[in-house]
């Protein structure tokens, strides 16, 4: 089997991203972006910069969050209190399975440029973002953060990760474990597993804030352009099946998919997580407003 | 009928049914990677767990025909076909040359022969002389013919040997039966075959012509003519003798049917004599002999002035030699110990008498060297023989050819190689009535010249057979070439190794192609 080239990975362009971050600044204004069914998390104080109310001093706080003019007012040490950030935490997790570098690795292509376009838009909205990549356990790891500096961080780790052509299976469960306070997590993966990775979806779901599942996919998944008996191979498992390829072979694959993406969605319906299922040959612009839009409304 | 050098090879077989087992999972499909498997499992699989038998891989009937060949060549096929093989005994000898109508009888023979093979297109035929029978030729084609022709009459027929009598072949016989000791010799052969030529009957010819020195005339050979009738009448003939193109006699002769009859005559010395008879007869080629008597013609000796005179008369009356003065075109060279005449002589048979004192007897035994005949040693010892000097004893490499006691008489030495012989006898006789000096220096030339000079003979010859031309019949025998129909054994290993080669090289074509194809696939699949 031919090795794939991914050393080429097209992230977008400045100006793509800028437009982009503009264009999904609205939309990602609400920090908590809620889909139906899911629960309501109330604001709570905590280190921020959002300021959220005022109490009395008590020993240890920080002298500088002393607010003298309501101190002045009350005549007594009165300080300020702070939305706590950790709602606007944002964790991207990228799927970096084999089967993301089967055909061209188209898919591996757009969930970067997918990833790398929220990563843009939330640090610029002055969020922390962090990325986890993901295969048979966790790959690579670019804790939370913020700033342009950790936008150039995530760039340098999306650069460097190239999926594997054969032998790596995806493990989102694995991540679970990585989520350390609150956060909301966008998932960008082909759910491409005998569940589709429901259960893992529902074990990330207990530990974050909000979840988007991304599902890339692409039409070449089903139609392999090979006509005639065939010794079909799975590329993460190797495991084989001789199929006879035809139009009917064709069809019945594409059932399949379509039938994994549905029940797909309605789990994610049904769980509250924010699902699109994108197509790689439409533009990720357009894929990633549609789906913080479909998630906003929801919310 | 077909048979193996190697039969062992054919166990190799048994890896058909193998390579047919070995193929029974079905071709070997294109690997295609798909991103899962769960997309493809209702599709309608094509191995055994769709409930049906895949067919095996089509390849395994090219491995196994490749394997087959194999086995079928190395185990060395032989094909044993009915095929005629022939050996063509031709009688070359010079009766085949009598000229009758339509040609000599070789030619009319080989002619008709060549008009029989050419309708057995299909037999080896290998074609033999009786003069020459290890010579072969592999077909009776028209330059055969031309040779066998040209080089035929110079040998008489023998019987041919054992070892060239294949078994495995049949033998045919070209002759004119003219020879009765042939006949005789291969009646046990048993040819399966015997194309007779010739009609003629009649037939005398020249046997022998010989010539040799007269001793009575120097100037002049005796001459000795046979004359043979081969033929079964009786006949008559004029023998002519001539010398240089000059008529030197001419006698008639009448001969009887296989009989000869001899013709002395004198006649003047010359390079060449020739005898012949008139008037010809069909076989022409015996009508006519050429001696080359130029070896008989007399030596140039260069002598020592200084030599006796009896020296210089036996040297002038012995009928070999001739005195000259010219001593670059001498073929040998007298020295008595002078200065002049012989001294530029070295590189020539020399022979050289020492004379450093008077002439005395000697005591002992005469002692001769083996390589002197007992003829000259009597001739020698009959005289009173005396000493006239004294010789050094032979050195390495030199011959003591006479010896009285201790004292050296003769010896042989070398001289930019060519001999030199030395004596130390006397010439002069202390009996006047037998003088020493003719036979001591005829027996000093023969040794300096390593020949008999007064019993040279110049001799042509042919066998007596070969004046007979009366052809009889042949009859041929018990073929003990039997194999009336010999098989021929043919290797069918090449064929099949070609064919089992051009397996293989389809086999890597494929393997080739296909791998070109999967390779083409992948490209495709990661761009």
Redesign the interface.
């Known amino acids: 089997?031919?090795?794939?080239?991914l050393n080429a990975t097209a992230l977008p362009a400045q100006a793509e991203l800028q437009s982009f971050a503009r264009a999904a600044a609205h939309l990602l204004a609400e920090r908590q972006v809620r889909a139906p069914g899911m629960r309501v998390v109330k604001r709570k104080a905590g280190v921020g910069i959002q300021h959220l109310d005022h109490r009395d001093y008590r020993p240890g706080d920080e002298v500088r969050h002393i607010d003298w003019r309501q101190t002045a007012r009350r005549r007594r040490p009165i300080v300020r209190q702070f939305e706590s950030e950790s709602v606007s935490d944002w964790v991207v997790m990228l799927d970096l399975s084999s089967?993301m570098a089967?055909?061209?690795a188209a898919k591996w292509q757009a969930a970067a440029r997918g990833a790398a376009a929220m990563c843009y838009a939330l640090l610029e909205l002055g969020h922390r973002v962090g990325l986890l990549a993901f295969g048979r356990g966790v790959r690579a790891e670019c804790p939370r953060g913020r700033g342009r500096a950790h936008y150039a961080g995530i760039i340098r780790l999306l650069g460097s990760l190239r999926p594997s052509p054969?032998g790596e299976p995806s493990d989102l469960g694995a991540c679970a474990p990585r989520l350390r306070g609150d956060a909301s997590v966008i998932v960008f993966s082909?759910f491409?597993?005998?569940d589709e990775m429901r259960r893992d979806l529902a074990a990330l779901l207990e530990r974050c804030t909000s979840l988007h599942a991304l599902q890339v996919g692409q039409a070449s998944?089903?139609s392999?352009?090979?006509a005639?008996?065939?010794?079909?191979?799975?590329?993460?498992?190797g495991?084989?099946?001789?199929?006879?390829?035809d139009a009917?072979?064709v069809a019945?694959?594409a059932a399949?998919?379509a039938a994994?993406t549905r029940r797909l969605r309605g789990f994610c319906e049904r769980s509250g997580i924010a699902f699109t299922a994108w197509d790689v040959q439409r533009p990720w612009q357009q894929m990633l407003i549609e789906h913080l839009a479909r998630a906003r409304s929801a919310c | 009928m077909l048979s193996f050098a190697t039969p062992a090879w054919l166990l190799g077989l048994l890896l058909v049914p193998v390579i047919r087992w070995l193929h029974r999972g079905?071709?070997q499909?294109?690997?295609?990677?798909?991103?899962?498997?769960?997309?493809?499992?209702?599709?309608?699989?094509?191995?055994p767990?769709a409930g049906e038998r895949?067919p095996p891989d089509p390849a395994w009937r090219r491995r196994a025909l490749a394997a087959a060949l194999l086995s079928v060549a190395l185990a060395g096929p032989r094909s044993a076909a009915p095929v005629e093989r022939l050996t063509l005994w031709v009688d070359d000898s010079l009766s085949m040359l009598t000229r009758e109508a339509g040609g000599t009888r070789l030619g009319t023979g080989l002619a008709k022969v060549a008009a029989e093979l050419a309708s057995r297109p299909g037999a080896e035929v290998e074609v033999r002389t009786l003069g020459n029978p290890w010579q072969r030729q592999d077909s009776l084609s028209s330059e055969t013919i031309a040779a066998l022709v040209r080089d035929a009459g110079q040998r008489e027929p023998v019987k041919p040997p054992a070892g060239l009598l294949h078994a495995d072949r049949r033998h045919w016989l070209l002759t004119d039966g003219a020879d009765a000791e042939f006949l005789a010799a291969a009646d046990g052969i048993g040819f399966s075959r015997v194309i007779r030529v010739g009609e003629t009957t009649r037939n005398a010819g020249i046997v022998r012509l010989a010539a040799r020195r007269s001793l009575g005339d120097r100037d002049r050979f005796d001459v000795e003519l046979q004359v043979g009738n081969g033929g079964d009448t009786a006949e008559e003939r004029v023998a002519v003798l001539s010398s240089e193109s000059a008529e030197v006699t001419r006698a008639s002769i009448k001969l009887e049917p296989g009989a000869s009859a001899t013709m002395s005559a004198v006649a003047p010395m010359a390079a060449a004599v020739q005898a012949r008879l008139e008037p010809g007869d069909a076989l022409a080629d015996d009508d006519t002999l050429m001696l080359d008597t130029s070896a008989l013609l007399a030596r140039r000796v260069a002598a020592d002035p200084a030599c006796p005179a009896a020296i210089l008369a036996a040297l002038q009356a012995h009928p070999a030699l001739s005195v000259t003065a010219d001593a670059a075109v001498a073929d040998l060279a007298v020295e008595c110990g002078g200065t002049g005449g012989t001294a530029d002589l070295a590189g020539m048979p020399r022979i050289r008498f020492l004379r450093d004192r008077a002439a005395e007897p000697f005591e002992g035994d005469l002692t001769w060297s083996s390589n002197v005949s007992e003829t000259q040693r009597g001739r020698l010892e009959s005289l009173a023989l005396r000493t006239s000097g004294r010789l050094a004893p032979p050195g390495s490499g030199e011959v003591l050819l006479l010896a009285a006691g201790p004292m050296p008489l003769i010896v042989q030495r070398r001289s930019e190689g060519e001999p030199l012989i030395e004596t130390a006898l006397a010439v002069e006789s202390a009996d006047r009535d037998r003088p020493v000096a003719p036979l001591l220096v005829s027996f000093l030339v023969d040794q300096a010249l390593s020949t008999a000079l007064l019993d040279e003979v110049a001799v042509v010859a042919r066998d007596e057979r070969a004046v007979r031309v009366v052809p009889r019949d042949v009859a041929a025998g018990a073929a003990t070439a039997s194999g009336a129909s010999s098989l021929q054994t043919r290797d069918r290993t090449p064929p099949l190794l070609v064919a089992a080669v051009l397996v293989l090289l389809w086999e890597l074509a494929s393997l080739l192609g296909r791998w070109r194809r999967e390779r083409v696939?992948?490209?495709?699949?990661?761009?």
């Open positions: 089997m031919a090795q794939p080239d089967s089967v055909h061209g054969t082909d491409l597993a005998d998944e089903t392999l352009g090979v005639g008996e065939a010794d079909l191979v799975d590329v993460e498992t495991e084989r099946l001789a199929a006879r390829l009917n072979a019945v694959a399949e998919r994994m | 079905g071709a499909l294109r690997s295609v990677p798909v991103a899962s498997l769960a997309l493809w499992r209702k599709t309608v699989t094509a191995g767990s895949r696939e992948a490209e495709a699949w990661s761009s």
